[in-house]
């Protein structure tokens, strides 16, 4: 039997088979898109490690490794070596330990933490304690970010990171000004005639204006190549370096012979702009990133424990399983649990996307970093630290963004040898135009403009940015992307098949006709609502239900008798009153009348129907079947909007999936199918060209979501850690469907934009700044403004990239005004 290959694939499937952990560290003070190859050079030579994926954007890391032979402790230590902050774990460290081991039990971890702080081992604060500053370990955590353990250089934030960009370019365009004005541009071009102070020569002036320059705004380059070239990897450091060093110490070195044509207003204007670029970037790559910030910020750094019948405040991370939380009106709730005393509505939008506060009653699971609306509860705690459903949500959000496109992977490797490409390329513009005849002085420029130009930076951050931000407007909506394979195989999905129950529908019975004879309607519904209260049978709570809905008054039955398979009887109000199917009212000797034509028109539409006899009398049936959602036909519209093509697959019988099909507007139907042979039609699908996504709960549909090229798991709630599925959806709402799949196109959209910009530009730019035009057209770049276009070339990328934010989502059309819509088809017989 042949078997499809998952495009998607799970992409830690196979190393937890063999025993492998999978942790993001925090990879803090990455400055430049390609400087991941530092880190991830360096990581994946350590014994044990398996794979890494860092991300500049996100300033994290997915290692995959194995425990047996290296731990956190070891990754965290690795890290710091290249230059890096790294305090563990980039986990809501005041929810979760960052040095805890994933997959270690809770409370193991804390008596772990205790033992190693005993025996000087490990103090999973140590990290915070080193980068502190004066404030020290004991200072109170201001802000989620900050217990992440941004602090000092290596450890900056990005909002840090871009206020340190901002400085250096500062510094350095200020002294730029004097610098460009005493260099032989400034004399020839500008006509500056002002001597140099002091009656030195302008070279050793501009000398002296550089020095703040090179020695502050332009160190960040030599401290990042020297990082690059100690990983034995090359990035965009190595080439500004190679460019700003180039240009300084030939100046320097004519300055010290005694003078002559120098360059140093080169280098320190290209210092200024790529920084001006770089402080950009760097404030658009922030904005990508604004989903893992929201969701950090979301638990709340205390909570509020009942010790001993006494409220103590304590910090989150210190919750244990089992603890009491009082959760008074307004407070978010620290951990997940379940609900032992007290009502109150939720509010649990920030976590499932879910609009309308959600009631809680004792015995309810609550959902940390949710906000409690109106009453008090009590709360035992069931989840905590790393295994809650917010830690699971930022771990796998993650994950997704650091993961890497095939086109990334692609891009990745061109990046490293561009840079390669660059500096052979700069050494042979050097020579070529030496052997041309040009001036040392003119060969030079024309190297650094090459280097410059090249640097590959766009190209790294081409699909980075557009994953964080794909992948965090999924967040804000429930819908969890496991990887970004997924995100790009979604784009490309042309056919959506849907398991009926759950997804499409809610699963549970619900009345959906409602057909009177010559009785009065209310007392009908009365009547029937009293009898069915006293049963337990699935289709009498759907009368109940319904009937509850309704204004009529409420009656008490008495004598209530069931009739196993049949229906039920009582008496209400001085009435025999029966409802049940066909049999019942013939062993009751119970007139049907006209009724009978009715109920046949109702089953034979996928309905079960049921007859209501008072008296010895059908006066009325009721239709019954599984209520479609509110939102599956918006959801089918909008699939069907975007050319995509879609199925029904269900294990019912043919018309009562016809009927709901037919409701819907589903292109096909594949009826009585046994859950063992969904993923067999999913293969059919396959088999016919087409790309198929299946949507499933995740539970008995996994065969079936393993075999679809995009599974996406529906209803998930807190359960977001579903392995057979690549889309996690955690709201059953299959409109989210259609959304996923739209971030999916737009996202890769974004993705082929920024990789055409990005390697167009080079592919222009490299013979312009190397001089190929100069003989033919006179066309000329001086190195700044090189740096100046290769830089808002790294801009323009991160910016395109945060246009996604604006994608138009399908929504809910305005629902209609006839309240009837959701209360089911009332009819009167007598009056057709």
């Not at 201001?142 to 353990?149: E, Y």
């Not at 949710?370 to 830690?391: F, I, W």
């Not at 061109?414 to 135009?433: I, P």
């Not at 079947?625 to 089918?636: F, L, M, N, P």
Request: hydrophobic share 45%; charged share 20%.
């Amino acid at each position: 039997m042949t078997t499809h290959q998952h495009p998607a694939g799970r992409h830690d499937a196979d190393a937890h088979r063999d025993g492998a952990a999978t942790a993001v560290l925090e990879v803090s003070g990455v400055q430049w898109a390609t400087s991941k190859n530092v880190a991830e050079a360096v990581l994946s030579r350590q014994l044990g490690v398996l794979s890494v994926d860092a991300n500049p954007v996100a300033q994290t890391a997915t290692v995959t490794y194995d425990p047996n032979r290296t731990s956190i402790s070891e990754l965290r230590d690795w890290v710091r070596e290249c230059g890096f902050h790294c305090a563990g774990q980039s986990v809501p460290s005041h929810v979760c330990d960052p040095m805890l081991e994933p997959g270690h039990d809770h409370h193991a971890g804390h008596a772990q933490q205790a033992a190693h702080g005993e025996h000087g081992e490990h103090d999973p604060h140590d990290s915070h304690d080193k980068h502190a500053g004066p404030a020290g370990p004991a200072s109170p955590v201001s802000s989620p970010h900050d217990a992440m353990g941004h602090g000092g250089h290596g450890s900056m934030s990005m909002a840090d990171m871009v206020r340190d960009m901002r400085n250096r370019f500062l510094v350095a365009v200020l002294l730029a000004v004097p610098v460009s004005l005493y260099s032989p541009m400034g004399r020839d071009m500008l006509g500056f005639d002002a001597a140099a102070p002091f009656g030195m020569r302008d070279d050793i002036f501009a000398l002296i204006l550089s020095l703040p320059v090179i020695f502050y705004s332009a160190w960040i380059f030599f401290d990042g190549a020297w990082r690059a070239l100690r990983a034995r990897t090359l990035d965009m450091m190595v080439l500004v370096a190679v460019a700003v060093g180039a240009g300084w110490l030939y100046s320097l070195g004519i300055t010290l012979t005694g003078g002559g044509e120098v360059f140093y207003e080169a280098a320190v204007m290209l210092t200024a702009f790529v920084l001006l670029g770089h402080w950009f970037e760097m404030r658009a790559r922030g904005g990508a990133n604004d989903a893992i910030r929201t969701l950090l910020d979301l638990a709340p750094p205390m909570a509020t424990v009942l010790r001993e019948g006494e409220p103590v405040e304590v910090p989150t991370s210190e919750v244990q399983v089992d603890d009491l939380l009082l959760i008074r009106p307004g407070a978010k709730i620290a951990t997940d649990g379940t609900v032992e005393e007290g009502e109150s509505e939720v509010d649990e939008s920030m976590v499932t996307g879910e609009s309308l506060p959600v009631h809680k009653a004792p015995g309810d699971q609550v959902i940390g970093a949710t906000v409690n609306a109106s009453g008090t509860l009590r709360v035992r705690a069931t989840k905590v630290g790393a295994d809650t459903a917010l830690a699971q949500i930022v771990a796998l959000v993650q994950q997704a963004q650091n993961s890497k496109a095939p086109g990334q992977r692609l891009a990745d490797k061109a990046a490293f040898w561009l840079v390669l490409v660059a500096l052979v390329g700069g050494v042979g513009t050097f020579l070529v135009w030496l052997a041309a005849g040009a001036s040392v002085q003119t060969a030079l420029l024309f190297a650094i403009t090459v280097v410059v130009i090249t640097c590959p930076d766009a190209l790294g951050l081409a699909t980075p940015t557009a994953i964080m931000v794909g992948s965090g407007l999924g967040a804000k909506r429930g819908i969890l992307f496991k990887n970004a394979t997924a995100i790009e195989s979604s784009a490309r999905i042309d056919t959506v098949v849907f398991d009926k129950t759950g997804t499409l529908t809610k699963g549970e019975p619900e009345v959906t006709d409602v057909v009177v004879g010559d009785f009065d309607h209310d007392r009908v519904l009365a009547l029937a609502g009293a009898l069915e209260r006293e049963s337990e049978h699935p289709l009498a709570h759907a009368v109940v239900r319904y009937v509850d809905a309704t204004d009529v008054p409420r009656l008490r039955a008495t004598g209530f008798r069931n009739v196993t398979g049949i229906g039920a009887l009582a008496e209400v109000d001085g009435h025999q009153v029966a409802i049940g199917n066909r049999r019942l009212m013939e062993s009751g000797g119970i007139t049907i009348g006209d009724l009978g034509a009715r109920r046949d028109e109702i089953a034979s539409g996928g309905r079960t129907a049921v007859f209501v006899a008072v008296d010895g009398r059908a006066v009325a049936v009721l239709g019954i079947a599984d209520a479609v959602r509110e939102t599956s036909a918006a959801a089918i519209a909008a699939l069907h909007q975007a050319g995509i093509r879609v199925a029904m697959l269900t294990g019912d019988n043919r018309a009562t999936a016809e009927r709901i099909a037919e409701e819907l507007g589903i292109d096909d139907v594949i009826a009585e199918v046994l859950p063992e042979d969904k993923a067999h039609q999913v293969q059919q699908l396959q088999a016919q060209g087409r790309t198929v996504a299946m949507v499933g709960d995740g539970v008995n549909d996994s065969p079936s979501l393993v075999q679809a090229d995009v599974g996406i798991a529906v209803g998930a709630g807190t359960d977001v850690a579903i392995e057979a599925a690549d889309v996690v959806l955690m709201r059953s709402d299959p409109l989210d469907v259609p959304v996923a799949l739209t971030i999916g196109r737009g996202t890769l959209r974004k993705m082929r934009q920024n990789l055409g910009w990005a390697v167009g530009y080079n592919a222009i730019a490299l013979p312009i700044a190397a001089g190929v035009f100069e003989p033919a057209f006179g066309l000329v770049l001086r190195p700044e403004v090189a740096a100046l276009s290769m830089s808002g070339s790294s801009f323009l990328v991160a910016v395109n990239a945060l246009l996604l934010k604006r994608l138009r989502l399908p929504v809910q059309p305005v629902a209609s005004s006839d309240s009837t819509a959701s209360m089911g088809a009332v009819e009167h017989a007598g009056h057709e």
